[in-house]
């Protein structure tokens, strides 16, 4: 059995391999010295090892691991700047491929925290501001890091931070392995990093806003017992804000951190630049252009740290918090515009939230604002709006805003016109399920909003009294919600429970009502909602497919699946999706019947990348039972 130690003192073309520093997920690193230029280097290795009497998992593990070495080589390799580890070379020999890079002794933010816990504010603000500086030389690049963590966070003896392991960084002309597929640290990843969709640097702000709020209260955002509960948190839920885990963190601090961890890229620092600018005007009001290098210091106490690109992984450890924490709720944010330079990435790179039916990243699908706030629905995205399209060949529907409503809402329109359902999907990486929750807008028919008016011109000119609300339509009543579900959400209830007393047969009342209180967590109370609204129309394949997902949220997994497969047997455009959430409730209870059902699904779309990963990380003797299984079964 191969040992690390068992190349020390050999030789890989002109490096000599003197010390083993750490072994990843993805290589081996060790000191090494080369003999050509007579300096002392970080080689990370490769294994070319043959692949007989490798399992299939593990020859495309394999596989993965060599390309993201070279997506490593040039995605650092075109960046040269002192807060980022310097790679000088790939090569391959005959056992390994391998990158010669920059040899640092120090420690990373992963082993500072885990002595210390917390670090002051003097202390941390230097950290972060030359990771940001690292980052915007990175999207000067357009190269997006994808995971940033304190384990890629290295400090070195003399206080200088270096960001390393680009190895899932993406680059505008290279793809991974699978479009879609979730790298990264599921800890300090960005709800569209979760969901798969298309980065910007706007995610990896989301990350080191995660990292900053650990180092400042010594609790990372997002705690769970397990990672369904930690993707939904990142997903649906706001952090405690850091100044209440930790006094001593000012207001102004606490509300960088709110802005850097916004559900909507739109609402985040657009650029890396823009935080640092912002964190200067916070410690050093009238502070003047960001400069280029970073001279900041902190001190580095204890022995030397050999530099470690080993995963964190303290990271996946269970949370002795459990997934009751409690929320709290924040201030409004204001949606920031992308600048000119970036509103190309901003229109084609804002992520669609996370998807609750097509698992593929496409272009306007849905939108990250469709995420829960607390107390209300999510923020407007910055993007134009947009059209939202399914994983089928059913045209699109587009949401236009109506005259009557105020120019605000515009952004808001394609989410709420609807009802937006919790939606349940999984993704398999590497052997790892994560569980996506999130958003769909549904295909509700918009109504007009119309105020009732009486014989007289001159009465029709004026307001409508307060004190007769019976001439206030229905339509005007869910026009009215629509418009101030995000500022106000408990008024918009207001108003759809009025307009479904006055309408009790009001579809688009009971399915707008359960889409707000499915936002606002209160899930029993959706339920009935949607319960109501299947009451007046039994045809609505949209409302089994949401309650069904609500009845999975709440651990009712019998009734999650007759809600799916009465969904099914309506035919929907969705039919691949439906399988593979009825694939998830059977998990437990028949997993060979969940295989049959990824497979179904995956046979209906070969795009359903959810189906697809999961039938690849199944055990193989239940990819067998299902191979030979037949398609019979099943709902048409």
């Not at 083993?20 to 002392?40: C, S």
């Not at 992520?351 to 604002?369: I, L, Y």
């Not at 014989?455 to 004190?467: E, H, R």
């Not at 997902?549 to 799916?564: M, T």
């Amino acid at each position: 059995m191969f040992r690390p130690e068992d190349l020390i003192g050999k030789q890989i073309d002109q490096f000599r391999l003197d010390r083993f520093i750490a072994r990843g997920a993805m290589g081996i690193v060790y000191k090494a010295f080369d003999t050509v230029l007579a300096r002392t280097v970080a080689l990370k290795l490769i294994s070319r090892q043959v692949t007989d009497g490798l399992s299939t998992q593990d020859i495309n593990a394999q596989e993965e691991a060599r390309k993201r070495l070279i997506q490593e080589a040039k995605a650092a390799g075109r960046l040269t700047h002192p807060n980022i580890i310097t790679i000088h070379s790939y090569g391959e020999s005959e056992n390994f491929d391998y990158i010669c890079m920059e040899y640092v002794t120090g420690k990373t933010l992963t082993q500072l925290l885990n002595v210390r816990k917390i670090l002051p504010i003097e202390e941390a603000i230097p950290i972060i501001e030359q990771v940001l500086m690292a980052l915007d030389a990175a999207s000067r690049e357009q190269i997006v890091h994808r995971d940033i963590k304190p384990s890629n966070i290295m400090i070195t003896e003399d206080g200088r931070v270096k960001v390393m392991d680009f190895g899932i960084a993406k680059l505008p002309s290279l793809s991974m392995t699978t479009t879609g597929t979730v790298l990264g640290t599921p800890y300090y990843m960005s709800p569209e990093q979760i969901s798969g969709q298309k980065l910007d640097s706007r995610s990896d702000i989301f990350s080191l806003g995660a990292v900053m709020y650990q180092v400042l209260t010594g609790e990372r955002p997002f705690e769970a017992e397990n990672t369904a509960t930690l993707v939904y948190k990142i997903v649906q839920t706001e952090p405690i804000p850091a100044k209440i885990r930790n006094s001593s963190v000012s207001e102004s601090v606490s509300n960088m951190i709110i802005k850097a961890m916004a559900k909507n890229p739109g609402q985040r620092y657009q650029t890396p630049r823009e935080m640092l600018q912002a964190l200067k005007a916070i410690l050093s009001p009238g502070a003047g252009e960001v400069r280029e290098e970073s001279d900041a210091t902190i001190i580095a106490s204890g022995d030397e740290f050999e530099m470690t690109l080993q995963a964190d992984k303290a990271a996946l450890a269970p949370s002795p918090m459990g997934p009751g924490v409690s929320e709290v709720s924040t201030p409004p944010r204001e949606e920031l515009p992308p600048s000119p330079s970036e509103q190309k990435s901003s229109d084609q790179g804002a992520p669609s939230g996370v998807p609750g039916r097509s698992t593929e990243a496409q272009p306007g699908k849905g939108d990250t604002e469709t995420v829960k706030r607390k107390g209300g629905v999510g923020p407007p995205a910055a993007s134009k709006p947009a059209t939202v399209t399914k994983a089928t060949s059913s045209p699109p529907v587009t949401t236009k805003p109506k005259p009557s409503l105020p120019p605000k809402t515009t952004g808001l329109n394609r989410t709420v016109l609807g009802s937006i359902a919790v939606v349940l999907t999984i993704a398999v990486v590497g052997g790892l399920v994560l569980w996506r929750m999130g958003m769909w807008p549904l295909r509700n028919t918009p109504v007009t909003p119309t105020v009732s008016t009486s014989s007289s011109p001159q009465v029709s000119q004026q307001p409508a009294p307060k004190s007769e609300p019976a001439v206030t339509s229905v339509a005007f009543l869910l026009a009215e919600a629509r418009g101030c579900m995000e500022s106000d959400p408990t008024k918009a209830q207001r108003l759809l429970e009025q307009a479904a007393s006055q309408d009790p047969r009001s579809f688009d009342a009971a399915m707008q009502l359960a889409h707000l209180l499915s936002a606002r967590k209160d899930y029993s109370a959706a339920i009935r909602q949607y319960q109501r609204a299947l009451q007046i129309n039994d045809q609505s394949a949209d409302a089994y497919f949401n309650v069904g997902n609500l009845y999975f949220v709440q651990g009712d997994h019998e009734s999650a699946i007759r809600s799916f497969e009465s969904c099914l047997a309506l035919a929907p455009p969705y039919k691949d999706e439906v399988l593979t959430n009825l694939g998830v409730c059977y998990l437990k209870k028949n997993p060979s019947q969940a295989q049959l059902f990824f497979k179904q699904a995956l046979e209906l779309n070969p795009k359903n990348s959810a189906a697809r990963n999961y039938l690849a990380g199944a055990p193989a003797e239940l990819k067998m039972d299902v191979t030979q299984s037949t398609s019979t079964g099943v709902a048409g």
